[in-house]
């Protein structure tokens, strides 16, 4: 491959990690519009009430995209997080390894197209230069793939059974899985109501959504609740390289 293209393959990788892989449980973009009040009913307790239940103990999750996916298991409660988010871009491949336990983070690159980055190589992230609250699932409110922020943006919601419909403002999420949200609003007034379902259990924790995103409809599956989480810390894992952190939006 000569420089051009590779320097081309390199191009669409970080553009993707930009656009996908900085995971948020933030309820706000620093520079987006006030939100619309005429006309807007604001989404049910059940509902919000539904995703707070993930904040009270460990599931698996799954978040699928046309840009990647998102999956992984967290117990909030232990403060351990194990995930992996996976994004392609023109036929180049990237995936991110992502541990956190007990406030000591960690990621594994594969597919980057730089010497060294083999997939073999843990990294250390250092908290302290993590600028961009929930960078790579990594949040203070434990909510690696962005539901509560999500269920925060909704209106017109309507219940049925177990089943909730509405809308979503996604010019007030951040981040939602894998989904390139700077490409969602992009979409102007029409993703401040972007069609939503959500689905419940019989104890009312959010099992399923689905945001039907124009070109990108982006499905979530929430599971195993209660399961044991293990994570170990990595061994020898070296400091993550200075320019890594802008590159991955930390």
């Given at each position: 491959m000569g420089r051009t293209a590779a320097a081309g393959r390199r191009a669409l990788l970080v553009a993707a990690v930009l656009g996908t892989a900085a995971l948020s449980g933030c309820?706000?973009?620093?520079?987006?519009?006030?939100?619309?009040?005429?006309?807007?009913?604001?989404?049910?307790?059940?509902?919000?009430?539904?995703?707070?239940?993930?904040?009270?103990?460990?599931?698996?999750?799954?978040?699928?995209?046309?840009?990647?996916?998102?999956?992984?298991?967290?117990?909030?409660?232990?403060?351990?997080?194990?995930?992996?988010?996976?994004?392609?871009?023109s036929g180049a491949s990237l995936k991110i390894d992502t541990?956190?336990?007990?406030?000591?983070?960690?990621?594994?690159?594969?597919?980057?197209?730089?010497?060294?980055?083999?997939?073999g190589t843990w990294y250390q992230v250092d908290p302290a230069r993590v600028t961009r609250a929930g960078a790579l699932g990594l949040s203070a409110i434990r909510d690696p793939t962005g539901v509560q922020a999500l269920v925060a943006a909704t209106h017109d919601v309507r219940r049925d059974g177990r089943t909730y419909r509405g809308t979503?403002?996604?010019?007030?999420?951040?981040?939602?899985?894998p989904a390139n949200i700077a490409r969602v609003r992009q979409l102007g007034d029409a993703a401040r109501a972007i069609p939503f379902e959500a689905t419940v259990d019989e104890r009312d924790r959010i099992t399923g959504v689905r945001v039907d995103i124009p070109d990108d409809t982006?499905?979530?599956?929430?599971?195993?609740?209660?399961?044991?989480?293990?994570?170990?810390?990595?061994?020898?894992?070296?400091?993550?390289?200075?320019h890594l952190y802008g590159m991955l939006g930390l």
């Open positions: 309820t706000a973009a620093k520079n987006a519009r006030p939100a619309p009040t005429v006309g807007v009913k604001a989404s049910p307790t059940g509902l919000a009430a539904g995703a707070g239940e993930l904040a009270k103990g460990s599931y698996r999750f799954k978040v699928v995209a046309k840009e990647g996916s998102y999956e992984g298991r967290i117990d909030p409660l232990a403060d351990l997080l194990d995930a992996s988010v996976s994004v392609s871009s541990i956190e336990v007990r406030g000591s983070a960690y990621t594994r690159l594969t597919g980057l197209p730089l010497p060294g980055f083999d997939g979503v403002d996604m010019t007030r999420v951040v981040a939602w899985g982006v499905e979530a599956t929430y599971s195993d609740f209660g399961a044991p989480v293990t994570v170990e810390e990595p061994k020898g894992a070296e400091r993550l390289p200075d």
